[in-house]
């Protein structure tokens, strides 16, 4: 089983960036789809990017792309998530996931398809 640990969040003005990172442990990394979800309060869990097993391919939420990069490195079992030009409605905890049974295809927007996940890391916004 994989151990997913996220870091980078903080709190940055509007059209700031901030770069969150996302280690992997204890799985072989490179087995595993990831993606990136959020949760603002009372809100519910939303997708935000994905990423496929080689880094060949990534999909992104309508509301992040051209503003957010999606990445990662097998060698250091990491993810990453640049995020650029940041709006007050980025605000949220953000969360990575992972799955080793998923493939692209709608599926990857959902969250009850992942089967890890990390605690998340608070991104805020201010205007």
């Known amino acids: 089983q994989v151990q997913l640990v996220e870091s980078g969040g903080g709190l940055v003005q509007a059209g700031g960036s901030l770069r969150l990172s996302c280690a992997a442990s204890g799985g072989t990394f490179s087995r595993y789809l990831m993606g990136w979800f959020r949760q603002a309060p009372g809100k519910e869990r939303e997708f935000v990017a994905a990423?496929?097993?080689?880094?060949?391919?990534?999909y992104y939420a309508d509301s992040v792309k051209g503003r957010f990069t999606i990445s990662r490195d097998n060698a250091k079992n990491t993810v990453y998530l640049q995020m650029n030009s940041l709006k007050t409605e980025d605000t949220a905890v953000h969360y990575c996931?992972?799955?080793?049974?998923?493939?692209?295809?709608?599926?990857?927007?959902?969250?009850?398809?992942?089967?890890?996940w990390g605690q998340g890391t608070q991104v805020t916004v201010s205007s």
């Open positions: 996931a992972a799955d080793a049974s998923l493939f692209f295809s709608t599926a990857i927007r959902d969250p009850n398809e992942y089967g890890y």
């Open positions: 990423i496929n097993r080689s880094g060949g391919s990534t």
